[in-house]
Every structure is written in C-alpha cells, then in structure tokens.
C-alpha cells in the first residue's frame, strides 16, 4: 500500500509501506493493505511506518520529522500533535499539524 504524510509546510512522507498505526482518538489502530475504507481523527501520538524495506527510502529527506529504529522490523515514527487520516484504494494519507 502506499502512505503520504501531508502537513502544512510540506509532504513528509510519499512510499510505499507495509503498514502504518495511527493514534486515533478512540485509540490506536493499524492498517495493512487491502484495509476497508475509513476516514478519522487523529489525536497527538505516534505513527509508526512499518515498511518492507528502507533501501528506497531517503533519509535526507526524513531527518528533523521521523526517528528511525532499524531492527528485525522496518519501522519509522513520527509524533503528531493532530491530523486526520484517510484510507482507500490502498492509499493512505495522512493530513499532520
């Protein structure tokens, strides 16, 4: 599936990823590919980027947004204070203040 992070000042994050959770304001929730149509708020926390692989990814271009953590998984964070998501088509985008 594919994820953008959008936020005011600029796109954060435009890749393909395996899943992505989300601080939703009713808790946390993941989404894998092939995930049903859905449209929420988001509340400060964090997303966390599982991708298959970060040999694509520019780490340039994510220095100052996300920490990375680089293990068995894959895994990129990001803390929001606010935002939205939306997911459909297997595309989801995330709206950041």
Do not use: R, W, Y
Not at 8 to 35: A, C, I, R, W, Y
Not at 55 to 71: A, K, R, V, Y
Not at 74 to 88: A, H, P, R
């Amino acid at each position: 599936m594919f994820l953008e992070i959008v936020s005011p000042e600029e796109t954060l994050f435009n890749e393909k990823v395996d899943s992505v959770s989300v601080p939703g304001v009713d808790g946390n929730f993941q989404m894998l590919e092939n995930h049903a149509p859905i449209v929420s708020v988001l509340k400060e926390g964090t997303v966390m980027i599982h991708t298959h692989t970060m040999e694509h990814i520019e780490f340039d271009q994510l220095s100052g947004h996300f920490e990375t953590h680089i293990d068995d998984d894959k895994i990129l964070t990001l803390k929001i204070q606010s935002g939205t998501v939306e997911m459909k088509d297997n595309k989801v985008t995330v709206l950041v203040d």
